[in-house]
């Protein structure tokens, strides 16, 4: 069997980890497995479906770069008679074959409750640092952080941008922040790891403390939240998303039965608990 994948991006740390696992369970279950980095680009994914098709794959891995310009991705795989399924970000789509990811409300909710529990107060002034726009990770973590702050009023958001998910940019976003609002930032809520850690090396340059949290658990944000540079971060599985993603393509292509959706947990990884999640992988 032969099946071909495209990502948003192979160039962080959580991409590549389930580029990685993939590959792994390729080889375990005989399965014939290339994979296709995006760049952070629905179109370029678009032209990687297209080749996959022309290639005569048997199934489509599909991790979405934007929610709305990936549908593209489906109904040609839909068109060619390919089952396609989602993993980690979702499309708008309902032609989708499958889709294997966490709940990213919960997500953003989970994170936001964790930074005002941490704080002991509810009146803060937070900046919030947002994944790539349009993409489902950052629409619906918005969200979820919304959701909890409509129940603190007196929690302001100062400033909120997107830094692509990625840690020069946020540290960049920071910096700028930093000698706009200077000391009235009590906190920072990123959408991801790599981002709440830019934005760590923008603080501890201007010489101060700020508490960052992050969503992923990434290699150096479990060793961040050891060592008090971040107060926690929301493990997302990596392994288990593209994993159940694989076993759904396999079983469509064999015309078995499947979940439609499959969902998985974030886990909250704080300094009592981050050992667990050293060398995950």
């Given at each position: 069997m032969k099946i071909g994948a495209t990502y948003y991006t192979l160039q962080t740390e959580f991409c590549m980890r389930m580029d990685n696992a993939a590959k792994k369970w390729a080889k375990n279950n005989g399965v014939n497995y290339k994979s296709y980095d995006g760049n952070n680009d629905a179109a370029t994914q678009l032209d990687q479906v297209e080749t996959m098709i022309a290639d005569g794959v048997d199934a489509i891995i599909l991790n979405p770069q934007d929610a709305d310009a990936c549908s593209a991705c489906v109904n040609a795989a839909v068109k060619a008679g390919i089952p396609i399924v989602g993993v980690n970000t979702m499309v708008n789509n309902d032609k989708l074959t499958g889709f294997c990811g966490s709940q990213d409300v919960s997500a953003g909710e989970e994170i936001m409750k964790y930074m005002i529990q941490y704080m002991n107060k509810d009146a803060l002034n937070i900046v919030v640092i947002e994944g790539p726009m349009g993409q489902s990770a950052q629409l619906q973590r918005i969200e979820g952080i919304n959701n909890?702050?409509?129940?603190?009023?007196?929690?302001?958001?100062?400033?909120?941008?997107?830094?692509?998910w990625s840690r020069s940019e946020a540290m960049t976003?920071?910096?700028?922040w930093?000698?706009?609002?200077g000391d009235k930032i009590d906190a920072v809520v990123a959408e991801n790891d790599e981002m709440a850690l830019g934005a760590r090396e923008a603080?501890?340059?201007?010489?101060?403390?700020?508490?960052?949290?992050?969503?992923?658990?990434?290699?150096?944000?479990?060793?961040a939240v050891g060592n008090?540079?971040?107060?926690?971060?929301?493990?997302?599985?990596?392994?288990?998303?593209?994993s159940g993603a694989l076993e759904t393509a396999v079983k469509a292509v064999k015309g078995e039965k499947f979940e439609k959706e499959e969902w998985i947990p974030f886990e909250m990884i704080t300094p009592k608990n981050y050992k667990d999640y050293q060398n995950r992988y």
């Open positions: 909890v702050l409509r129940d603190y009023p007196k929690i302001q958001i100062l400033a909120q941008n997107t830094a692509n976003l920071m910096e700028t930093i000698t706009t609002h603080i501890e340059a201007a010489g101060m403390d700020i508490p960052c949290i992050g969503i992923d658990g990434i290699t150096d944000a479990v060793s008090g540079k971040m107060i926690a971060s929301d493990f997302q599985n990596a392994e288990g998303q593209i």
